[in-house]
């Protein structure tokens, strides 16, 4: 079942690779970010420079970017699945077309922008 829609076959294949070039780039930051997780540690136990304080300020950054990460892998993995879907481009709390000004800005993007707006 088609329906009408302001995205064509050729964008929607730009917007793919687009995606999946983020993710691979997200999850190879992950590797990334591990590493340095790791280094960090052994600084500390061996040096013992960073105070109680810090190391916690340093974990929780750690943390929330991991947080961030996680949460960006899971919207562009779920964007991707809609491409499958044939869901892509609207937006899914309201069922309205996303403008494709925004998918250009961020494809991964699950709402349009009345949604967006109102749920911030
Ligand atoms: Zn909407």
Known sequence: ????????QPTISRFRKELYSRLKELEDSEKTTTEDHRT???DQATQG????MDAMQVQAMALETK??????ILKIKSA??????DEFGWCVSCGDEIAL???ELDPATPTCIEC???AS
């Open 80 to 85: 991707l699945k809609r491409i499958e879907e």
């Open 40 to 42: 960090v540690e052994l």
């Open 116 to 118: 967006a707006s109102k």
């Open 67 to 72: 947080r961030r990460r996680e949460l960006g």
């Open 101 to 103: 000004k925004r998918l």
């Open 49 to 52: 420079r960073l105070s109680r």
């Open 1 to 8: 079942m088609l329906r009408e829609f302001n995205l064509d």
